[in-house]
């Protein structure tokens, strides 16, 4: 079958996701967990990186979608020799430009995402202007998984944040400026705390944790009121609930944000889940001192 008739149909990153809504705000490092596809079958065994990069770039190989997938997981769950990380690369980034299967770019971007190597920078920021909005969506999150500093196509990310009609994507662009502490992040994010969408407001405020915590706060009181039980079905339920008020902590310890401790000590207190208590209670005394 070719690559083209195994093509995914383009849709929205949230559209009809079990992670609709909760996935972007909770993990700024999520690629392992967004190999969501539905492969239920892993067709490699006692492969090893150079076996898959082969099956790449076999023209024989019907799926190449499936290969890049194995790679993906392997090179998730495997440290390769770093002498062979920039060939890697240059495969990964030659199967990209080759193939027309939005599927495969995608594994391709996750691949290269978790390498985290200089050479898969120029692909990534390619990789934003993909047609297909989940190719978008991951390059994003790789890129914000990259060290500080990478040269990452910041005025394409900010035009699709301003722009962009997709709430995933937009997600991940705020998520992305806050793992990188960009300048003028605080401006960029700031809008989004009066959208009409929770999810943007709520990743906004947390976003807004690493530039300007106090515009952040009421929000942030929002977030960490939140009911674990839900009357209406469309809210979020206490699985999400607990992971919003866990992370909306872990933001707050990695900006070592001293001004939102009261936050902090008044959910540790009054908090039902024992886990997030007991979490707000560890944070309290880390940022005591």
Known sequence: MSEEKNAAPTRKILEKSPLSGIAVPIAIVLVSALIIFGVTKM????????????ELNSKTFGNRW??????????????IPAEDIPWVAENLIQ?????????????VVLALGTLKHPLSLNLLNKALKDEDPQV???????????PQGSAIDWPQLEKMLNESDDEGLQQAIIATIASHRKENGGELLRPFLASS???LRYSSAMGLIYFSPKESIAILKEILSLPY???????????????????????????????????????????????????????VNLLKY
């Open 43 to 54: 067709l490699s065994s006692g492969k090893n990186h150079r076996d898959l990069v082969a």
């Open 66 to 79: 499936v290969a890049a997938y194995e790679l993906s997981k392997y090179l998730a769950s495997s440290r």
């Open 95 to 107: 199967v990209y430009d080759q193939t027309v299967d939005p599927r495969t770019r995608n594994f």
């Open 136 to 146: 978008k969506f991951n390059a994003i999150v790789a890129l914000g998984n990259l």
């Open 197 to 199: 969408h929770r999810m």
């Open 229 to 283: 039980e839900s009357k209406n079905p469309t809210d979020l339920n206490g699985a999400q609930v607990e992971s919003l008020k866990v992370n909306v902590m872990t933001h707050i310890q990695k900006a070592d944000a001293k001004d939102l401790l009261f936050l902090v000590k008044e959910i540790g207190q009054e908090d039902s889940n024992i886990q997030v208590s007991t979490r707000a209670k560890e944070l």
